[in-house]
C-alpha cells in the first residue's frame, strides 16, 4: 500500500502541496488531477524520494521510500525523457540496469514488450528514428522494464492514437491485476475515467475533491438528460430547473439542476410522438472536474 500522509511541501514562501492525504491498494488505479501548478508533479517526486524536505509521511508498504525501493518504482513523465541518439535496445539496457536488472533479464523483457506493441522490428533503431508515437511505447516500455510494484503514469496517453491508446490501456490493466499500485495522472478525464475507482483533484496544492469516482458523480447533484426525437428546445429552457439545452447533432443533452426536474422535462417531451430515446445520466467527470477547479478559484 502506498500512503500519503498528511504531506506539506514549500518552495520558499509557496505552499505547493498542502495537507495532502490518500492511500492507495495493491492493484489499484489511483487518479491524481489537477490543472498545470496544482501540485502534481511535486507530489510526483515525493512518492519517489527526490524530495524529502516535507512534512508528513510517505510511506510504501509501510516503508519509507528511499534508494532501497526505487527500484520496485516505475515513472512515465509526461516531457520525453529518451536518449535519443541511443537505440532502443541501448535505451532499455541504459534504464534496466538502473533499475538493478541484468541484461538477460533486460533483453527478455524488451521483447516481450516490444512484441506487445506491435513494434517487434524496432529492437536497433535509434529513437530519433522513431515517430512521436512510438517513441512514447518506448518510454512506457522502459517504466515497465523492472515490473514495478508502484507507477506513476503523467500523461501516458500524450501522442497516441485511439489504436494504441488501447494498447497501452490493456497493459496498465494487466499491471494492475498483477498487484501494481498505479497513480494515474491525465488531463482527459476521459482516460481518468477508463480506469480509475478512487482519485484526488488538487488546486494550488490542496485537495478539493476525493474519493470513490462513482459516488463522486452519483452525489453531485447537477444530472443530464439524453433526448433522441424532436424537441422544441426553447420550450425545455423555459423549465425551472433547466440550465442547458445542447443538440449534439442525433441528439439533445438537457443539464439539469438536480434529478427533481426529470419528471417536468419527461412531461414536456412525452406530448411528442417521435421520441425514441430518454435516459438520466451522471455529468461527467470533466464536467465535475471543471466545476470543482473553477468553485477553488473563486474562493
Given at each position: 500500500?502506498?500512503?500519503?500522509?498528511?504531506?506539506?511541501?514549500?518552495?520558499?514562501?509557496?505552499?505547493?502541496?498542502?495537507?495532502?492525504?490518500?492511500?492507495?491498494?495493491?492493484?489499484?488505479?489511483?487518479?491524481?488531477?489537477?490543472?498545470?501548478?496544482?501540485?502534481?508533479?511535486?507530489?510526483?517526486?515525493?512518492?519517489?524520494?527526490?524530495?524529502?524536505?516535507?512534512?508528513?509521511?510517505?510511506?510504501?508498504?509501510?516503508?519509507?521510500?528511499?534508494?532501497?525501493?526505487?527500484?520496485?518504482?516505475?515513472?512515465?513523465?509526461?516531457?520525453?525523457?529518451?536518449?535519443?541518439?541511443?537505440?532502443?535496445?541501448?535505451?532499455?539496457?541504459?534504464?534496466?540496469?538502473?533499475?538493478?536488472?541484468?541484461?538477460?533479464?533486460?533483453?527478455?523483457?524488451?521483447?516481450?514488450?516490444?512484441?506487445?506493441?506491435?513494434?517487434p522490428d524496432?529492437?536497433?533503431?535509434?529513437?530519433?528514428?522513431?515517430?512521436?508515437?512510438n517513441q512514447?511505447?518506448?518510454?512506457?516500455?522502459?517504466?515497465?522494464?523492472?515490473?514495478?510494484?508502484?507507477?506513476?503514469?503523467?500523461?501516458?496517453?500524450?501522442?497516441?492514437?485511439?489504436?494504441?491508446?488501447e494498447l497501452?490501456?490493456?497493459?496498465?490493466?494487466?499491471?494492475?491485476?498483477?498487484?501494481?499500485?498505479?497513480?494515474?495522472?491525465?488531463?482527459?478525464?476521459?482516460?481518468?475515467?477508463?480506469?480509475?475507482?478512487?482519485?484526488?483533484?488538487?488546486?494550488?496544492?490542496?485537495?478539493?475533491?476525493?474519493?470513490?469516482?462513482?459516488?463522486?458523480?452519483?452525489?453531485?447533484?447537477?444530472?443530464?438528460?439524453?433526448?433522441?426525437?424532436?424537441?422544441?428546445?426553447?420550450?425545455?429552457?423555459?423549465?425551472?430547473?433547466?440550465?442547458?439545452?445542447?443538440?449534439?447533432?442525433?441528439?439533445?443533452?438537457?443539464?439539469?439542476?438536480?434529478?427533481?426536474?426529470?419528471?417536468?422535462?419527461?412531461?414536456?417531451?412525452?406530448?411528442?410522438?417521435?421520441?425514441?430515446?430518454?435516459?438520466?445520466?451522471?455529468?461527467?467527470?470533466?464536467?465535475?472536474?471543471?466545476?470543482?477547479?473553477?468553485?477553488?478559484?473563486?474562493?
Amino acid at each position: 500500500m502506498l500512503k500519503i500522509n498528511h504531506v506539506t511541501k514549500y518552495y520558499g514562501k509557496l505552499k505547493a502541496v498542502d495537507d495532502l492525504s490518500f492511500e492507495v491498494n495493491e492493484g489499484e488505479i489511483f487518479g491524481l488531477l489537477g490543472v498545470n501548478g496544482a501540485g502534481k508533479t511535486t507530489t510526483f517526486r515525493m512518492i519517489m524520494g527526490l524530495l524529502d524536505d516535507y512534512t508528513g509521511e510517505i510511506t510504501l508498504n509501510d516503508k519509507k521510500i528511499d534508494y532501497t525501493v526505487t527500484d520496485s518504482i516505475g515513472f512515465l513523465t509526461e516531457e520525453r525523457s529518451l536518449l535519443t541518439k541511443l537505440t532502443v535496445k541501448e535505451q532499455c539496457i541504459y534504464y534496466g540496469v538502473l533499475k538493478g536488472l541484468s541484461k538477460e533479464k533486460i533483453i527478455s523483457r524488451m521483447k516481450y514488450l516490444l512484441e506487445r506493441f506491435e513494434i517487434p522490428d524496432y529492437e536497433n533503431k535509434k529513437i530519433k528514428e522513431l515517430s512521436k508515437g512510438n517513441q512514447q511505447k518506448i518510454q512506457f516500455i522502459t517504466a515497465i522494464l523492472n515490473e514495478p510494484k508502484l507507477l506513476i503514469l503523467d500523461e501516458p496517453f500524450s501522442g497516441l492514437d485511439p489504436i494504441n491508446v488501447e494498447l497501452f490501456k490493456n497493459i496498465i490493466l494487466e499491471l494492475s491485476k498483477k498487484g501494481s499500485i498505479i497513480i494515474f495522472s491525465s488531463h482527459r478525464m476521459e482516460h481518468v475515467e477508463l480506469f480509475c475507482k478512487k482519485l484526488v483533484i488538487l488546486v494550488k496544492g490542496k485537495t478539493v475533491l476525493s474519493g470513490n469516482v462513482n459516488e463522486i458523480k452519483s452525489s453531485y447533484r447537477k444530472k443530464n438528460i439524453i433526448i433522441k426525437g424532436d424537441i422544441d428546445i426553447d420550450e425545455l429552457k423555459k423549465i425551472d430547473g433547466v440550465l442547458e439545452v445542447i443538440d449534439k447533432n442525433t441528439e439533445y443533452e438537457v443539464k439539469i439542476e438536480d434529478s427533481t426536474i426529470v419528471e417536468n422535462v419527461f412531461k414536456k417531451v412525452s406530448k411528442k410522438k417521435n421520441i425514441t430515446k430518454f435516459v438520466l445520466e451522471e455529468p461527467s467527470l470533466n464536467e465535475i472536474f471543471i466545476s470543482k477547479v473553477g468553485e477553488a478559484y473563486e474562493k
